[in-house]
C-alpha cells in the first residue's frame, strides 16, 4: 500500500500550485481522501476531504474559496488546487485515505487518526 504525494514548491504569493495524491496496493475508490498540512512548530491541519462514491468536498476554514479538492478513481489519484497562496500556506502536505465503510468526510477533517493510510508529504513554501 503506498500513497504518493507530489508537487509541491516554491512559490511566491497569490500563485498556484496543483499537489497530486497517487494511490497503489489497496481499491483507492472505496476510499475517502484527505490533505492535510503541517508548519513548522504547528499541529497538523485538516485541509480538505473527498468522499469515495459521491465525491463530496468539505474544507477547513483556511482552504475555504481558494483551495480545491478533487479525484479520478481510474488514476487512482487525488489533486489539491491551491489558488491565491499565501505565506502561511507553507507547510508540509500530506494525503490520507479512509476507507469509507467507517466515517465520513466532515468527521475526517477533523480526525486525522482515523486514516487508514498516509503519503509521506510534499513541500510548499510560499514567499511574500
Known amino acids: 500500500v503506498q500513497l504518493v504525494e507530489s508537487g509541491g514548491g516554491s512559490v511566491q504569493s497569490g500563485e498556484s500550485l496543483r499537489l497530486s495524491c497517487v494511490g497503489s496496493?489497496?481499491?483507492?475508490?472505496?476510499?475517502?481522501i484527505g490533505w492535510f498540512r503541517q508548519a513548522p512548530g504547528k499541529e497538523r491541519e485538516g485541509v480538505a476531504c473527498?468522499?469515495?462514491?459521491?465525491?463530496?468536498?468539505h474544507y477547513g476554514d483556511s482552504a475555504k474559496g481558494r483551495f480545491t479538492i478533487s479525484r479520478a478513481d481510474r488514476e487512482s489519484t487525488a489533486w489539491l488546487r491551491m489558488d491565491n497562496l499565501r505565506p502561511e500556506d507553507t507547510a508540509d502536505y500530506y494525503c490520507?485515505?479512509?476507507?469509507?465503510?467507517?466515517?465520513?468526510?466532515?468527521?475526517?477533517?477533523?480526525?486525522?487518526?482515523?486514516?487508514?493510510?498516509w503519503g509521506q508529504g510534499t513541500p510548499v513554501t510560499v514567499s511574500s
Open positions: 490520507a485515505a479512509e476507507h469509507i465503510l467507517r466515517f465520513s468526510c466532515p468527521h475526517l477533517l477533523e480526525a486525522e487518526y482515523e486514516y487508514d493510510y
Open positions: 473527498i468522499g469515495a462514491g459521491d465525491y463530496s468536498t
Open positions: 496496493g489497496f481499491d483507492f475508490e472505496d476510499y475517502n
